[in-house]
């Protein structure tokens, strides 16, 4: 919820949605183990797309994660400057959840 408010929170987010594991349209990117589906998708006002996952620090360092934080970084690459990814933490380096989201959007 925290991670909702955050990003519904900044003035760059136009509308953002719930990403919803295994629906027929959600949004998903392949790991290892098959389908990634990210907590969030967001369009921002510049027209970039936004896909956030939230993780608690008792999984950041999980293999899992750092699969997930491969791929989405591979995608955001290969997205020609159109797509932004990023894994939130409640906080990173003092940066809590909302400067996390504003500075990768910044």
């Known amino acids: 919820e925290q991670c909702a408010v955050a ?3 900044l003035s760059q987010t136009e509308y953002w949605v ?3 594991a295994k629906h ?3 949004f998903w990117l392949p790991v290892p183990s098959g389908k990634f589906y990210p907590d969030f998708v967001a369009k921002l006002k510049d027209g970039k797309l936004l ?3 939230y993780k608690g620090a008792h999984l ?3 293999t899992d994660t750092e699969a997930k934080r491969k791929i989405g970084a591979l995608w955001e690459a290969k997205s020609d400057g ?3 990814f ?3 933490e409640k906080s990173i380096g003092g940066k809590d959840m909302r ?3 504003r500075a990768k959007v910044a």
């Open 99 to 101: 400067e996390q989201i």
């Open 86 to 88: 990023l894994i939130v």
């Open 24 to 26: 027929a349209r959600s």
């Open 7 to 9: 990003l519904d929170s």
């Open 51 to 53: 896909v956030i996952e």
């Open 60 to 62: 950041v360092t999980s």
């Open 18 to 20: 719930r990403n919803v």
């Open 82 to 84: 159109t797509a932004l």
